[in-house]
């Protein structure tokens, strides 16, 4: 699953400090070059690139306020995913080094992340072997090798879920653990804790679902430890071995397939589970066999294998649906009992549902590829024909948030093919969201989805309801963009090659700029009069940047839509395709103008007439 992972590693005002940092380095890297000379598409893509993550983590650093808002009292702020974070300390300044300890090993390793917070006592030769294994699983190999299968973890529930009792006879449990090259000692510690933790009359079966491993410890010494097993719990352990990769979605099913308990658990192979972690859901689900059930992650760290404490929170999606983590709704906060599951838009990966229930509403989408939005199919789909989705904050699961992944480089294009699936089969009229967030053209985007009817048909016949249900009832918190009429590049006719670009970050004056059509550059006007500059948020806490005119001077203004409204800044504007951008208010428009460098720049000023074209309508206009 993507780890959108909640963190704590860093702590807010670290993260703060990381974040307004990178800002402050990618506005000297925008001031050092002359945009007339940097048109060349790799930059852009490279800028895009820090940009990207830069918006990712402005995102989650308002975010971690807001959550903060929300609940003062907690001890665990929410913060962003590993990923950003590792990818933004190349760019972190050196933290002073702890005083040598006597007769160290000299570093062989000082740029490894596995070595950042770790490792500090091993010799040279032990370097060398944790550093490769690190390389190619991800984590750390070298120590999980050496910890004790049974190790025991911290109990990060809330105190009151020891306290709970909950029914002597419950459903069976088949345990599905999907792997592909997984570290042997992490398999076997995941199947350990699972046998351990697991009441032994509820735990029918552990599925162990190979999804074609070339490693050769996957098959001999693992077949050893099963045997072991099997002394103490015959026929307990079952493998689904594939021929070939068929990508985690497809081997989900199979493991859903293989299963024949009441209920099944689709972990990921690189987990523990806690304490109890079972009982609550089994009792959930003994209630209601019509809820698909979340357990609360925590994080295991990928160098340390320590256990970080996550705090509960619901899983959702942007319109890309990449997955993420989301505020409960109010009602939950309200009840004061942190330890009452939750209602969920959709599951992050991880499930735990009734066996039955599950394929009568179409386990998972079989024609979707290798990785991603199988997830918030899973969850439109639960909602919106029958059943519903929660967080159960009493069932906790110790995750490795792996560095890097052993599935395809590049997750976004598995993610925007399956995301387009979802769109075509569940959105309705809001499927162009998705098209729009992944900047692709409404007709004829020329990505090859696959074959949907056998969706569209399941969808008919379990008679769910509508997508603009599951907006206003399961996740009012997206933004439905249904007054966005055009996106994409802003043009003027005067000078074709150039576009409208948000200019440096920080920084409040948007810019013309060659164009290179990356988000800096994407532009977004709604009916409402407001014109958005370098991107536009999926959900409506967030705050998307707007086009001002500041009243006075030439100078156009790019604010925060929240804070302009606030101000009274003029920023409703009146534009249709290929005329001019007038604000409404001061009645100037936003024009190019040639300056004594007799480059073209953006200027605010008395209408002259210029003509403006945007790369996409949405609707007339
Ligand atoms: C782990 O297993 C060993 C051997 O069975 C046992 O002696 C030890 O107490 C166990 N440790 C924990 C933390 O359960
Ligand atoms: C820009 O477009 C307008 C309207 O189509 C046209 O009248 C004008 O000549 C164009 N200007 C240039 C420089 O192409
Ligand atoms: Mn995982």
Redesign the pocket.
Known sequence: MRIRGVIKGLGLLGTFALFLYTVSYLMFIRNQQNPKESSSVQRAAAEETILKKLEGLEGRVNKIVESLEHRLRREEPAAEPQKELKELKEVKKPEPQPKPKKKKAKKLFPNSFLFSNWGEDLSEEEQRAAERAFVQYGYNVFLSDRL?L???LPDTRNPRCATKVYPKQLPTISVVLIYLDEALSILKRAIRSII?KTPAHLLKEIVLVDDHSTHDDLQGSLDEYIEVIHQERPDLIKKVRHKESLGLIQARISGWDAAVSDVVAILDAHIEVHKQWAEPLLARIKEDRTVVLSPVFDKVNFDTLQVVKYIPAAHAFDWKLWCMYESFRPEWYKRHDETEPGKSPSVMGILVADRLFLGEIGVLDKGMQIYGGENVELGIRVWTCGGSIEVVPCSKIAHIERAHKPYALDLSISLKRNALRVAEVWMDDYKNNVLISWNLPLKNHGIDIGDVSERKKLREKLKCKPFKWYMDNVYPQLDTWEDLVSYGAMRNNLSENNCIDQGPVPGSVPILHPCHFYSPQMCYYRRSGEFYIGGIKSHKYSSNRCLVDPGEGHVPGLHDCKVASQKGFHMYWEFKQGQEVRNKHSNRCLEIAQGLDSYYHLVIQTCSGQHWRIHNVIKDF
């Open positions: 004790p049974n190790r025991s351990d």
